[in-house]
């Protein structure tokens, strides 16, 4: 199915490894215009030469998201280099895990810094040039823990929940202006994150997958594939999806014990 992304300009989040990147490979398939953003300059610079290599219309941006000023530049380049914009994923993050009685008010911070603040602060930077485009998407990266939170899962599931909120509150905000805005919410997929805690404890990439299919019920009996997450984000950035906002999709093999 043709997508008709070919010369959309899409913002990508965290877009150097794990699912950002398979997203950027995807939209370059697509032949979409991409940039990402990253703080690690090796895998920045990977990602470059990647992208590059795949006959992209590509920018990568050293930049953390963290950082407003650093988010104003990497919008700013953007539209810079393509005088507009018709796609963002709010998608870096990593996983944080901790129970109630356990959590630091600096985990908390920060959590809500990475995975709140920022995304909101991309958005309200990237809505104006959105409208100037006559409309666009946004797709949130989320977690399922935001509608069903486990035990030890914290602050990840709050910051996912408050995405939650954040996606639905936009859809209806900029819906007016042809601004769709829905969320994927992720069970397991692989992704650098995933790598980088394998070759940490020294077990490979696979052992750890199959010890997370073991310790989690997953009805499909694996866990995702990152090219599974871009296919489906971008539908989501595409017109093919040009009536679903304010939506929540589960990318999750049936994990999830909600809808
Ligand atoms: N994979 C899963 O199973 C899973 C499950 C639930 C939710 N998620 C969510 O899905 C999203 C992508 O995760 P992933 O698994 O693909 O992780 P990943 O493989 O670690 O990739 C994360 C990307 O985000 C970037 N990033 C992280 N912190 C950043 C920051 N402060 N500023 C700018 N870039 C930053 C990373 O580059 P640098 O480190 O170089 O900055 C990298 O490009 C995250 O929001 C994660 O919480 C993933």
Redesign the pocket.
């Given at each position: 199915m043709d997508l008709h992304l070919n010369g959309k300009v899409v913002l990508i989040?965290?877009?150097?490894?794990?699912?950002?990147?398979?997203l950027a490979n995807r939209l370059v398939e697509e032949r979409a215009r991409v940039a990402?953003?990253?703080?690690?300059s090796h895998?920045?610079a990977v990602?470059e030469q990647r992208l590059r290599d795949a006959g992209g219309d590509a920018l990568v941006v050293q930049?953390?998201?963290?950082r407003p000023a650093?988010l104003e530049r990497f919008v700013d380049a953007a539209v810079t280099r393509w005088g507009r914009l018709d796609g963002l994923v709010n998608?870096?993050?990593?996983?944080a895990g901790g129970r109630i009685d356990q959590v630091s008010d600096d985990d908390w911070i920060a959590d809500l810094n990475?995975?709140v603040l920022?995304s909101v602060r991309c958005t309200r930077l990237a809505v104006p040039h959105l409208i100037a485009a006559g409309g666009g998407a946004i797709v949130n990266?989320?977690?399922?823990?935001a509608k069903a939170a486990g035990a030890a899962s914290l602050p990840?599931t709050a910051s996912?929940a408050a995405g939650l909120a954040i996606t639905k509150a936009a859809s209806k905000d900029l819906g007016g202006h042809g601004i769709r805005v829905n969320a994927v919410?992720?069970?397991?997929?692989?992704?650098?994150?995933?790598?980088?805690r394998a070759d940490a404890a020294g077990q490979s990439e696979e052992e750890l997958y199959r010890q997370m299919v073991k310790n989690t019920h997953i009805p499909l009996g694996r866990?995702?594939r990152?090219e599974e997450?871009a296919d489906l984000a971008a539908y989501l950035l595409s017109d093919r999806s040009s009536y679903v906002t304010g939506s929540a999709v589960n990318l999750d093999g049936g994990t999830s014990p909600v809808l």
């Open positions: 989040t965290g877009g150097t490894d794990g699912l950002g990147a398979a990402v953003c990253g703080r690690d895998r920045l990602t930049a953390d998201v963290t650093d998608n870096a993050g990593k996983s990475l995975k920022a990266v989320l977690n399922i823990g990840t996912r919410l992720i069970g397991l997929v692989a992704s650098g994150q995933w790598q980088r866990i995702g990152s997450f």
